[in-house]
């Protein structure tokens, strides 16, 4: 492959990753961002296959479930509807199911762990019990 084709293919994929990390709550697909980035869908993805780990498809979902799993522990009060509305998700079931496929739990799940979790952190270590019932020392 031609040097000048393979920067071109690299440049391809970066701006890609840039629009992916700043519009995941748009509804992108792989023909608007090639059309935005004045290039084709296959072009596109020969740039993903040839510079990336994962496809367009799973580089979107991987930036909207981080997105998602970021808020559904820092904004508590955000129902989970409205996250997956905020991530990109139109229709709160379909978020659901890629939410679960991803970290294995429904997101209020994931929410109820990770403040259960966040909480046994605040606990100071003098008064959590260890089993036997004896205090740590």
């Known amino acids: 492959m031609r040097s000048d084709t393979l ?31 004045a290039s084709s869908p296959r072009q596109l993805q020969r740039a993903y296959a040839q510079f990336g780990e994962t496809s367009f498809r799973e580089d979107l979902v991987q930036r909207r479930m981080a997105a998602a799993a970021e808020l559904l522990l820092a904004q ?42 966040a909480a046994a952190r605040l606990t100071p270590a003098a008064s959590r019990r260890v089993p036997g019932g004896s205090r740590p020392g």
Do not use: K, M, N, W
């Open 7 to 37: 920067a071109s293919r690299r440049r391809l994929y970066l701006l890609s990753r840039v629009l992916v990390a700043r519009h995941y709550r748009r509804d992108l697909t792989l023909a608007a961002v090639a059309r935005t980035l």
């Open 76 to 117: 508590r009060s955000i129902p989970v509807g409205d996250v997956a509305r905020l991530v990109g998700y139109s229709q709160p079931s379909h978020f659901a199911r890629a939410f679960r496929r991803r970290y294995g739990l429904s997101p209020a799940r994931f929410r109820e762990r990770g403040l259960a979790a």
